[in-house]
């Protein structure tokens, strides 16, 4: 089974639109795609915009929001302190319980976290430790702009120590005047510094056409990267 967590360097820099991009284009490809975002905050369950609701199209999901975004926080702020504010402690079991339930009978499975790698979710564990024991390779998604190279290196260096397998850097081209010089060469920097696959995701005509960003997708290279098998070190 495929297993993926995608996380970015900051909030607002496309985890969504690349979760969503790679569930629709996956489930184009004929695999059975779970598209799940655990806990969302800054939301309410029934809201059709949130990013579980987005991903669930996506995946053509049929189970309900329940199962594949099962934990909504009303505050738009870290998990841990969502839950907080909101006197509901999240249980990590249950959760733990909630992503396998979602995985079960499907060849893929997408998990979309919040903000960064190291967003609190209890004073103990932050997503890197979920993703860990989640057994998800990660993807990273990052704004192609000036901050990118220090940004994605950051978020390696805390995927690696976490032990986790960086299957791919999305560099995602929200936004810019076009005089940003540093736009044409982030991606071959990070690649020869970090040793990690690079796709570069252009800006998308619009955001709510799936098959349009499945297609972007798929000629970034991205699901050729996630559909294939992880590359298993050499034995020593
Ligand atoms: N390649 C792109 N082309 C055009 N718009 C984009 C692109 N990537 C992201 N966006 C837009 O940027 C905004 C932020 O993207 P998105 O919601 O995917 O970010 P996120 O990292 O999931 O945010 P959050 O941390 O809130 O979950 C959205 O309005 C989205 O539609
Ligand atoms: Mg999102």
């Given at each position: 089974?495929?297993?993926i ?11 969504t ?35 579980g ?10 189970r ?23 006197a ?5 079991d ?6 396998e339930?979602?995985a079960?009978d ?33 993807v ?7 901050g990118a190279?220090?940004?994605v ?26 005089s ?6 982030n991606?071959r ?5 970090e ?13 709510d ?14 699901v ?13």
């Amino acid at each position: 089974m495929i297993r993926i967590g995608v996380t970015g360097t900051d909030t607002g820099v496309g985890k969504t639109l690349v979760t969503a991009a790679l569930a629709a284009a996956l489930t184009r490809r004929g695999f059975r795609v779970a598209a799940v975002k655990p806990i969302e905050t800054g939301c309410e369950f029934d809201d059709p915009n949130r990013d579980g609701a987005r991903l669930a199209r996506a995946a053509n999901e049929t189970r309900g929001l329940a199962v594949v975004a099962p934990l909504t926080f009303q505050e738009p702020v870290a998990p841990m302190l969502a839950a907080e504010l909101a006197a509901r402690p999240i249980d990590l079991d249950a959760l733990d319980r909630a992503v396998e339930k979602a995985a079960e009978d499907c060849d893929v499975l997408l998990l979309e976290g919040a903000g960064g790698l190291f967003v609190p979710i209890t004073a103990a564990v932050s997503y890197a430790e979920l993703f860990a024991r989640w057994s998800l390779d990660v993807v990273i998604v990052a704004v192609n702009r000036l901050g990118a190279i220090n940004h994605v290196r950051l978020t390696i260096a805390a995927a690696r120590a976490a032990g986790l397998t960086v299957r791919a850097v999305v560099l995602n081209q929200i936004g810019g005047d076009g005089s940003d010089r540093s736009v044409g060469d982030n991606a071959r920097l990070i690649a020869l510094l970090e040793h990690v696959p690079i796709v570069q995701l252009p800006r998308a005509p619009t955001v709510d056409d799936l098959a349009v960003a499945a297609n972007l997708v798929e000629r970034s290279g991205l699901v050729d990267l996630i559909a294939a098998p992880a590359a298993v070190p050499p034995s020593v």
